[in-house]
Every structure is written in structure tokens, then in C-alpha cells.
């Protein structure tokens, strides 16, 4: 089993988890999650090795683009530990403001915005508030 968007599998997962209902559906969700993404990323890997081998000039350069490649990760790895993202994106202005101004403001935007204002929600029967407060 291979999930292109693994994240509601991980959360069955951990939901399942959390709750202590481990069985033997959620040991094969579980099992079938890891091997169907182990076997993708094991095809790519050997591909990827068979490649490099294949070429010559690869194996004469691997070390500096080791370097090459792996010197921005360490960049980016000290960047979000301590956190300059943010003091980036803050530094930025909003360069998208522009385009989003232009969609919010179009016929087609305020059209269909008009149109789901005038949806109702209603809740369905024999729904339970499951909510709860802390304290």
C-alpha cells in the first residue's frame, strides 16, 4: 500500500495508538504503511546507485557535490533551529499581496463567496458534543 498523502493513515495510526486499541487491523495498517513507502524510497535508492555507477564523470565529482549539496542543508538545518525563517519572512514584504488582492477581488471570487454565504450548516441528528474543557 502506497499513500501519496500519508498524513490521514498517520493519523488513524496515532489516533488508534493514543487510544490503546492496538489489533491486528491497526498492526497491518501499520505494517502495510511502512513497507509501501519503504519500497518506493528502496527502488529509488538502488536506481539512484545504479546511475551514479553508470556515470563516470559522477564518481570522479561525488565528493564535491556531496559538499556542494550538502552544505545548504547545514545552512538551512542552523536556520530553522534557530528560528530565522521568521525574521526573514518578517523582513520580507508580502510579495504576494498583489495576486491575492487581484483573485479576492475578481467577479468569479465574489460570486462563488456570495454563493457559500448563503449555505446553511445545520448539525446533523443524533450528533454528540464531544467537545471538553480543560481545568
Excluded at 488508534?16 to 495498517?29: F, M, P, S, T, Y
Excluded at 460570486?111 to 467537545?131: F, L, M, N, W, Y
Aim: charged residues 20%; proline residues 4%.
Amino acid at each position: 500500500m502506497f499513500v501519496p498523502c500519508a498524513g490521514p493513515v498517520l493519523a488513524a495510526i496515532t489516533v488508534a495508538g493514543a487510544r490503546g486499541e492496538i489489533n491486528a487491523d491497526i498492526v497491518a495498517l501499520t505494517v502495510s504503511l511502512a513497507v509501501g513507502t519503504a519500497v518506493p524510497l528502496l527502488i529509488f535508492a538502488l536506481a539512484g546507485r545504479r546511475v551514479a555507477e553508470r556515470v563516470s564523470a559522477f564518481r570522479t565529482r561525488a565528493r564535491r557535490l556531496r559538499i556542494a549539496a550538502g552544505a545548504p542543508m547545514i545552512v538551512l538545518a542552523l536556520a530553522l533551529a534557530f528560528n530565522v525563517t521568521d525574521a526573514i519572512q518578517r523582513a520580507l514584504p508580502d510579495y504576494t499581496s498583489a495576486a491575492r488582492k487581484k483573485v479576492e477581488d475578481s467577479d468569479a471570487a465574489r460570486h462563488k463567496t456570495a454563493r457559500r454565504a448563503t449555505v446553511e450548516v445545520r448539525p446533523a441528528a443524533g450528533i454528540q458534543d464531544c467537545s471538553f474543557t480543560f481545568g
